[in-house]
């Protein structure tokens, strides 16, 4: 299941994933990430042991509050201990005529299924709930489709988990880890079918033709997805 990755989290997003100061659903995303990639699975246990190191060297009397901050980012970080790992009862995700292997954290995330909705030329979307600041969302491209020229008002981040895609950016291929910002305008498009998991941070924004109509539905979506996240 281990593929190399061309684009990956920078070093400080690995920095904050190992200290578990993330979103839930940033987390995920990472972890998914680092599962296939070998590359970022060395460098985060290199980054986790400096953190150790350094919280231990802490002076005692500031041990304290950290040690409890630590737990608690430990208790809420999204990785899978084995008896969890049992647990997961959804390790395919089945796409036309073929299946495609989940990392464990997302197969975990998935695993109390998931409602995909067509948004239209040949784009599916199910939407997960991990946490009260993201919107997370499996997101299936069939061959030959497009998204709407769009940007963000925030971030943006997709995981590549089957196939490819491309924009005026470069082109991604499973296991590549790619951000956008607000300065990023683009336009992804797949020719082989690709599936993807994304974290936004704020909704998007399409910039072009009659898609730009829909912009206020992409606010509510977004909104909605966190008042719904609330009770997760």
């Known amino acids: 299941m281990i593929n190399e990755a061309n684009f990956h989290p920078s070093t400080e997003l690995?920095?904050?994933?190992?200290?578990?100061?993330?979103s839930g659903g940033m987390n995920v995303a990472i972890s998914a990430h680092v599962e296939l990639c070998e590359l970022c699975r060395k460098q985060t246990s290199e980054l986790e042991a400096k953190?150790?190191?350094d919280w231990l060297q802490t002076p005692a009397d500031d041990n304290g509050a950290e040690y409890s901050d630590?737990?608690?980012?430990?208790?809420?970080?999204?990785?899978?201990?084995?008896a969890e790992e049992k647990k997961s009862i959804l390790s395919e995700m089945h796409m036309l005529d073929h299946s495609v292997s989940l990392p464990k954290v997302l197969a975990k995330a998935a695993a109390?299924?998931?409602?995909?909705?067509?948004?239209?030329?040949?784009?599916?979307?199910?939407?997960?709930?991990?946490?009260?600041e993201t919107q997370c969302e499996f997101?299936?491209?069939?061959?030959?489709?497009?998204?709407?020229?769009h940007k963000h008002q925030g971030s943006e981040v997709t995981l590549v988990l089957d196939g490819s895609f491309?924009?005026?950016?470069?082109?991604?291929?499973r296991s590549d880890f790619i951000?956008?910002?607000?300065?990023?305008?683009?336009?992804?498009?797949?020719?082989?079918?690709c599936l993807c998991?994304?974290?936004?941070?704020?909704?998007?924004?399409?910039?072009?033709?009659?898609?730009r109509l829909l912009n206020p539905l992409n606010n509510y979506r977004f909104k909605k997805a966190l008042s719904q996240n609330t009770n997760f």
């Open 14 to 22: 690995l920095q904050k994933f190992a200290a578990g100061t993330l």
């Open 51 to 53: 953190a150790t190191i």
């Open 70 to 82: 630590m737990i608690a980012n430990i208790i809420s970080h999204p990785q899978l201990n084995k």
């Open 112 to 132: 109390e299924g998931l409602v995909w909705k067509k948004l239209g030329g040949g784009i599916n979307q199910a939407q997960i709930s991990l946490d009260d």
């Open 139 to 149: 997101i299936y491209m069939q061959p030959g489709s497009q998204t709407p020229v």
């Open 166 to 173: 491309s924009d005026e950016l470069g082109q991604y291929g």
């Open 179 to 193: 951000m956008r910002t607000s300065i990023d305008v683009h336009q992804p498009r797949s020719d082989e079918g």
């Open 197 to 211: 998991f994304a974290v936004l941070d704020k909704p998007l924004t399409f910039t072009k033709g009659i898609a």
